[in-house]
């Protein structure tokens, strides 16, 4: 069992950067793949950026690369993801994900083992 607890989350003028963090229970963390996913209002949620278990392997959808970064740390327990300039259509609440397997970025419906409750992330132009 894996519990997820995001953090971070806030409002931020349009060109700004957040960092979210999310910490995880359990003691077999650094066995799971892990990602970060959005859903916007009336849209469907959507991955956008993943990192394999042992960090040698990241992700991006089209629509964050190269503003956002995955990054985890394994002895804290704790994935990360750096967004700078952020843009008004990144709003959304920004959700924590764990699986055993590879999660896929860049769609919707994605099914994951584990999921965090979300933080919000409002970006204003």
């Known amino acids: 069992q894996v519990q997820l607890v995001e953090s971070g989350g806030g409002l931020v003028q349009a060109g700004g950067s957040l960092r979210l963090s999310c910490a995880a229970s359990g003691r077999t963390f650094s066995s799971y793949a892990m990602g970060w996913f959005r859903q916007a209002p009336g849209k469907e949620r959507e991955s956008v950026a993943a990192i394999s278990w042992n960090g040698g392997s990241t992700y991006y959808a089209d629509s964050v690369k190269g503003r956002f970064t995955i990054s985890r740390d394994n002895v804290k327990s704790t994935v990360y993801l750096q967004m700078n300039s952020l843009k008004p259509e990144d709003t959304a609440v920004y959700y924590c994900?764990?699986?055993?397997?590879?999660?896929?970025?860049?769609?919707?419906?994605?099914?994951?083992?584990?999921w965090g409750q979300g933080t919000q992330v409002t970006v204003s132009s």
């Open positions: 994900a764990a699986d055993q397997g590879r999660i896929p970025v860049g769609g919707v419906g994605a099914v994951v083992n584990y």
